[in-house]
C-alpha cells in the first residue's frame, strides 16, 4: 500500500473519527440549550473540516473510485425524501439549513466509514479504538456521577452522563457495549486487554442499573444477544435438545418484558398514550404524513381535541407529555412521512439485515478464525440492533451522538459490499473539480452559518438573563436581534411573546405568540394567550385559549385558576364556581406550595359564596 495512503488510513482518519465522536460529551453553558446546539456546533464544525481531509484522500488514492451500492441508492432516496418533505414544510431559515447541514455530515460519515472499512488497512483498528475509548470516557463520567464524586447535568437525575438526561444517556452505552461485546469474545487482544474492557462491561450494568432506563436494558439485550448468537448456535449444536434453550430464553424474555412494564407503569401508560394519538393523527395523514420536524406540534393539537371531546380518562389526564416525541422513531416516522416514507426506511432496514444475515453466517462457521474486519461488522450489527430497539421505546434518531453512532456502525457493516456501481474519479477532472467545490462550498456554508445561530444563541441566552432580572426593555432588544435567525425556534418564539407579556406589550405579545402556537402549539404559549386577550378585554378569545391550555396538559392547575380569575372578572359567578370546585377536586401530580395556596383560595371563595346566598335568602 502507497505509504501516503497507509498514513492517513493509520494516522489521519483515526484522529479525526475521534475528534467527531467527542461530539457526545461536548458541553456548553454559553449557549440555551447547552448540550443539544453546543454538540450540533461542534459536529459540524468538526466534520466540514474532516470532509475535506476526506476529499483530499480520495484525490491521492491510486484507483480512487466513487462506489455506489443498492443501500447507497436507498440511503440517498431514504434523505432526499425527507428533506423534501422537510423544505416543503418549513420556512427557509439558518435553522432549516443548519439540519439539513447535519444530515449530509451524518451521510459522508457513513461513507467515508464504509470507504476505510473497505480498504481493511491498518487504521481500522485504531477508528474501531477511537469509537470505544470516548464511549469509556462517557461511561467513567457516569459512573463518577453515580458514586457522588460529580454532579449530573440534572439534578433531578443521579446519572446523566454528558446528556441532559439519562434515557439519552443510556441508550448512547448501549449502542457502544455490543462492540465491546464483540472484542471481547472473538477479538485477538492481549488478555490486558480484554480484562479492562470486562471491566468498563461491568460499570455498563451499574451505570444502566442507576439510569433505569428499561428501553436501554432491552435495546443492550437485543443488541448482546446477536453478538453472541455465532457462539450459542456453535454451543446449542452440542446438545440433541438445543431447543429447550431457546424455549427457556423466550419464557425469560416474556417475563422481563412484563416486569419492565410495571417496573414504571406511569411512565409505560404514557408513552402508550402517545402511541394512542400518534396513530389517530397517522390515520389522518396515512399516505405523506404531516411533514417531517411536525410531529411536536400534530400532537399537541390532537392531544387538545382529545381531551376537549371528553375522550381521555381522568388517569389520561394525568399522565398526558408535551408530546415532543413520540417514544417510538417509527410511529413518528410515518406520522411525519406517512406509510411512503416508512416503507423507505423499512427497505433500507431491510438491506442492513441482509448484510446483517451475512455476517452472523461468516462468524456463525467460526467466530474467533475470522478476520477482525468481520469481528468489527458483528459488533457494528449488534450496535445497530440495540439503537434500532431502542427506537420502539425512545428517540434515537433525535439525539445526534446515538445518530453519529448509527451512520458509524451502518458503514462498518456495509464496507463488505463491493457495490454494484463504480465512477472513476482519479483521472476524471471533471469529478475531481465538482467533489471539490462541493465539499468546500459547504464546508464554508456550514462555519459560516454555525457563526450567524453562535450569535443568535449568545442574544437568546442574553435576552433570557434580563428577563429573570426584571429588565425586559433590554431582554427585547436581545431577542430582536436573534429574531430573523431563530424564528422557527419553538422555545425561543414562546420566550419572545412571554417577555412581551411581561412588559404589558400584550398585541405585540398576542401577534408572536399566536405564530409560536401554530409551532409548538404548548399550554404555556396559549396560557400566556388566554391572559394577553383577557387583558385587552377580548374575553371570549381568553376564554378559548385558556381552554386550548387546559386541553394541552390537564394536570396543569394554572389554566384552570386564570380561567377562574377571567370568570370572576366578567361576573360568572356560577362558571367561577364550578371552576373553583373542580380545581379542588383535580389530583396533584406534582403537590406544590403553590398548587396548595391555590386551593385554599378556592375553597375560600366557595365559603364565601355560600354565606352570600345564605344573606341574602334570609
Known sequence: MDLRINAWLKFVFPTGFFLIFITSIVWSNEFKSGELYAREAYFITSSAIISCLFIVFMMIKPQAKIIVSNLDLFMALFVLYFVVRFLANSESTSLTYWDLLITFYLLLLYYATRVIFR?????????????IIVGALNLILGFFQGVGLLRSSDLLFKITGSFANPGPYAGYISSIFPMSLALVLYGTFSHSVKKGALILMA?????????GSRASWIAITA?????????LIRFGKSFRRYWLLYIMVLLL???????VFLWKEESARGRLLNWKIAMQIARDNTLVGVGTGKYQSAHQSYQILYFQNKQGTEYEKKIAGTGDYAFNDYIEI????GVFGLSIVLIFLFLVAKDGIVILQKCGRDPSGNQNINIYRLGALGGLASILTFGFFSYPKSVLAIAINFSFLVGILHSMDSGTRSFSIKNNSFFRLGFLLIITSISLFALRTQKMIRHSLNDWLAGSELKAQGKFEGSI???EKAYPVLENEKYFIWEYGEIFFLNENYEKSIA???EASKIYPHSQAFEYLGRAYQKLGKFEKAEENLYKAHYSLPYKFGPQYYLFKLYTEVGQKEEAQAKALEIIEMPEKNPSIPVKLMKEEMKD??????????????
Open 203 to 211: 460499570i455498563t450494568v451499574y451505570v444502566l442499573i442507576v439510569c
Open 334 to 337: 410515518l406520522v411525519e412521512n
Open 253 to 259: 424474555g416474556m417475563v422481563v418484558s412484563h416486569s
Open 223 to 231: 443488541g448482546s444477544a446477536l453478538v453472541l448468537l455465532p457462539w
Open 512 to 514: 408572536i405568540l399566536e
Open 119 to 131: 480498504e481493511q488497512g491498518p487504521g481500522s483498528v485504531y477508528v474501531i479504538w477511537a469509537f
Open 605 to 618: 371563595y366557595i365559603k364565601m359564596q355560600n354565606k352570600s346566598k345564605d344573606g341574602f335568602s334570609r
Open 477 to 479: 432588544e436581545k431577542m
